[in-house]
């Protein structure tokens, strides 16, 4: 069933107070006439203070925009779709990357602020979401639903030491290549960005193959890299389902070459690479650099209407019938002035 309401576009502070001093000019304008009548010191008709005083209150409601609220399951999207691919392997829970500010944090947690900037960067889009760690998963298929992947982005727990088996940065590959096919094929004129999403580093003794098969695929695409140069000691992840980092224990993942404690660092050559092989570019997060300024100029401005199974409502605004009766109000006003005016001639 459709509802009334009001909707300000100007919204409702700004909306209110200029339909409020609206309202009073009407008053003001009933006020006037009311006083001035009969002592011969105007010349305004009644119907000229009904003109004035309803043209001043159409103009107070049409500021508070009347509009009507109706159920739809329809929903216009963007023609850009964004693909997440996040590494989950123990060494993102190192302590030594930095998101927009000096304080460190985990790598995780800047891949996390990062994932919250690129959904909002792209507003209308839908998502995909991947991680990886010893293997490529699809968490969340393609959809316009950006809170779902940023909820995604806040519960993505890191792989457990007792099952990785070293770094391996090729581990997406096989997902984002069916992923990004199966976007293609379905929408072939969207725009398709890609954001990977690691601190790059390769600690598996199998050559790394090369992501340039998925350029078929991709618009744009971007290797973001987590953490620093300099490195820290990785925390060992416990077996088990958590949440968040509720597996990092106070212990150290041991090197079995040296038998200390292993030291992880953001191997930026491997990450720029990538890049060069996606045709994309290379994004090293730190305190002075977000992914909010690393927006792709591919995007679409083509816009889609899909149905979904979630109804939602739609405000409508219904301010035409009042613009029509402004107008005539308006012309009739212009009329009666020319016509007082040929009179004073």
């Not at 997060?285 to 300024?293: E, G, I, R, S």
């Not at 613009?323 to 005016?341: K, N, Q, Y």
Request: glycine share 8%.
């Amino acid at each position: 069933m459709n509802g009334f309401t009001f909707s300000p576009a100007l919204g409702w502070l700004t909306g209110g107070v200029l339909a409020g001093i609206l309202t009073v000019l009407a008053v003001v304008e009933i006020v006037q006439f009311t006083r001035r009548r009969g002592t011969g010191t105007t010349d305004e008709t009644v119907w000229a203070c009904v003109r004035r005083t309803l043209m001043l209150l159409l103009a107070a409601v049409m500021t508070l925009t009347p509009s009507v609220v109706a159920p739809t399951t329809s929903r216009a999207i963007n023609a850009t779709d964004v693909i997440l691919a996040v590494d989950v392997t123990g060494s993102m829970a190192v302590s030594d990357a930095a998101y927009g500010a000096d304080e460190p944090i985990t790598r995780i947690d800047a891949a996390r602020k990062a994932v919250h900037d690129v959904t909002a960067a792209y507003p209308g889009a839908s998502f995909a979401a991947i991680r990886f760690g010893a293997s490529g998963t699809l968490d969340v298929p393609l959809t316009p639903d950006a809170p779902a992947i940023d909820n995604w982005a806040d519960t993505l727990t890191l792989e457990s030491t007792s099952v990785s088996t070293g770094s391996s940065l090729d581990a997406p590959i096989d997902q984002l290549l069916v992923t990004a096919k199966s976007i293609r094929e379905s929408h072939p004129d969207d725009a398709i960005v890609l954001y990977l999403i690691s601190d790059g580093e390769q600690t598996s003794d199998k050559t790394r193959r090369t992501f340039s098969s998925l350029r078929r695929y991709l618009d744009d695409g971007f290797a973001v890299g987590v953490g620093s140069a300099e490195g820290g000691k990785i925390p060992a992840i416990a077996d088990g389902v958590g949440t968040a980092e509720s597996n990092v224990t106070n212990q150290w993942a041991i090197d079995p070459d040296t038998g200390q404690p292993g030291i992880s660092k953001m191997d930026e050559t491997n990450l720029k690479d990538i890049a060069d092989e996606i045709s994309g570019s290379f994004v090293a997060l730190d305190a002075a650099t977000t992914l909010k300024d690393a927006v792709s100029a591919k995007t679409s401005n083509q816009w889609r209407v899909t149905s979904t199974v979630k109804q939602r409502t739609r405000t409508t605004p219904v301010v035409w019938p009042l613009a029509i009766a402004l107008g005539v109000l308006l012309a009739w006003e212009l009329g009666a002035w020319i016509a007082t005016s040929r009179r004073l001639l």
